[in-house]
Each structure stands twice: as structure tokens, then as C-alpha cells.
């Protein structure tokens, strides 16, 4: 009873949260434009309903999502041969008024922790960051410099690099290429989320770079637990897996577009 009463509170909970709210007003709106005999409208309304419950109560985006994470599941981090630097992709941190260091660790801030790993384990004694660019308090923050400075008033590094500021990946293999060739560097550690590595590896390897892909951020059941509770209300979680997917999957078509990738240098 006590489960039934704990189950019924959480769905309800789910239900007034926006995902479960806008499908709940969804299906109200479906019937009532049926009622009225508006049956196009009522149509249009219920695929949209349909759309949300796929997305956001169904296992759909966790099934796309995973496809991109496989190929790096069950990494053995301790066998990773050793590389001339750990090359940390941007993306997990950001500006902070209040945090630590004034960072921020985001959704992919498990990137930060692996590179610091991979460099606990000696694959490499330089770390390298990259990263984007914001603007805070009517300034310029480079998250590179940002993450370089926080680790080393923290961690005891050999050396550390910041890449500055790199507005996409494209932008981090050719900033990483002039660096490889300047220290003549032969290999690289490439430390990423494991739904963004076929992208990247893609990317620095089309260059001409050396690199060994370094996963870790996996969204999934492939590494994380399954949910303790469910309900048949759909929630937010199945649309930001959605959200990556999309994301990687756009961005691969388009840097092929661009010729940035050779489809035939991605494979793990």
C-alpha cells in the first residue's frame, strides 16, 4: 500500500512538472478539438501528445543514444597506452560567481575528472584544455583559461595548456594541430563525452592527428543505473538524451558537409 501511495504521489508529481504538464494539456486539448469536430486540429494535437510520450516515457532516446555510445563502452582506462599530452575537450565547465575556482562543472563535467585521471594513471604529463568563450560581468571568459587555472591552484601538474578560446570541435582539432606540430607530439589522449567521440576522433584524425579516444559522460544504461521509479507520464529526461543525440547526429551530416570528416576515420 505504502508503494501504491509513494508511486501515485511521484506520478503525480510528474505530471505537474512542464514536460508532463504540456502532455497532459496536449491530450485535454486533443479531445475537446475532437468533440468539436475539428478533427485535423485534433489530429495534429494528438501526434504532438504522441511525440512527447515517445520521447519523453519511452526507452526511443535511450535506445539512439546508446548507438552512439557502444563503441566505447567497457574502456579499460588502465591499459590506455601513453600519449605526449591528455587532450580535454571543452564543454564541462563554465563562469561561476559563487562556485569554487569560479567554475562551474556542467552536465559533462565527468570530462574533467577523466582527464585528470588519465594524467593520475601517467599517460601523459601535459594537460592540454580547450573550450568556448563567454561573456560575464562585461568580460570575455575563456573557459581553457578558465579550467587551467582552477587545476592549478588545486591539482600538481607537469604543465598545463589552455587552447584558448575554440568556437567548435573543428576549431579544437586545428588550434590542437598547430600545437602537435609546434612540441612535436605524435599522440594524443582525446578526452570527450562517449556520445560526442565518433564526431570528434572523426574530426582530429581527418587532420591527420594521432589520436586515442579517452570516453567518459555516458548518459545511458550502458554505464549508468536503471531508474529506481518510473511512470507512464513522460518527463524531461528522455528529451535532453533526445537533445544529444540530435546534437551529434546533425553535427556529424554537417561537418561532413563541410568536409571537416572523413567518415572512414571515426571508428573507435
Request: aromatic share 6%.
Amino acid at each position: 500500500m505504502d508503494d501504491f501511495i509513494q508511486g501515485a504521489i511521484r506520478t503525480g508529481l510528474t505530471l505537474v512538472e512542464p514536460t508532463g504538464l504540456i502532455w497532459l494539456a496536449m491530450l485535454l486539448l486533443t479531445v475537446l478539438l475532437w468533440r468539436k469536430r475539428q478533427r485535423g486540429f485534433a489530429v495534429a494535437a494528438g501526434a504532438l501528445a504522441a511525440a512527447i510520450y515517445v520521447i519523453g516515457a519511452t526507452d526511443v532516446p535511450g535506445i539512439l543514444l546508446r548507438s552512439l555510445e557502444r563503441p566505447y563502452a567497457g574502456v579499460n582506462y588502465a591499459t590506455l597506452p601513453t600519449a605526449d599530452a591528455v587532450l580535454l575537450l571543452g564543454g564541462a565547465v563554465g563562469p561561476s560567481r559563487n562556485e569554487v575556482g569560479g567554475l562551474h562543472l556542467n552536465e559533462a563535467g565527468d570530462r574533467v575528472i577523466m582527464a585528470l585521471e588519465m594524467i593520475r594513471l601517467g599517460k601523459a604529463s601535459v594537460l592540454v584544455c580547450s573550450g568556448g568563450k563567454v561573456k560575464m560581468d562585461g568580460r570575455e571568459v575563456h573557459e581553457a583559461d578558465l579550467l587551467k587555472r582552477a587545476i592549478e591552484e588545486r591539482v600538481s601538474i607537469p604543465e598545463i595548456i589552455s587552447l584558448g578560446a575554440c568556437s567548435d570541435t573543428h576549431d579544437e582539432a586545428v588550434h590542437t594541430l598547430e600545437l602537435a606540430h609546434s612540441r612535436g607530439w605524435q599522440r594524443l589522449l582525446l578526452v570527450s563525452s562517449a556520445s560526442h567521440l565518433p564526431r570528434a576522433v572523426a574530426t582530429f584524425r581527418t587532420l591527420g592527428l594521432t589520436v586515442i579516444p579517452v570516453p567518459c559522460d555516458f548518459r545511458t544504461t550502458l554505464s549508468t543505473a536503471q531508474p529506481t521509479f518510473s511512470t507512464f507520464v513522460p518527463g524531461h529526461g528522455g528529451f535532453e538524451m533526445m537533445s544529444v543525440w540530435m546534437h551529434e547526429t546533425i553535427g556529424w551530416w554537417e561537418y561532413r558537409r563541410r568536409g571537416w570528416i572523413d567518415p572512414t576515420k571515426g571508428a573507435p
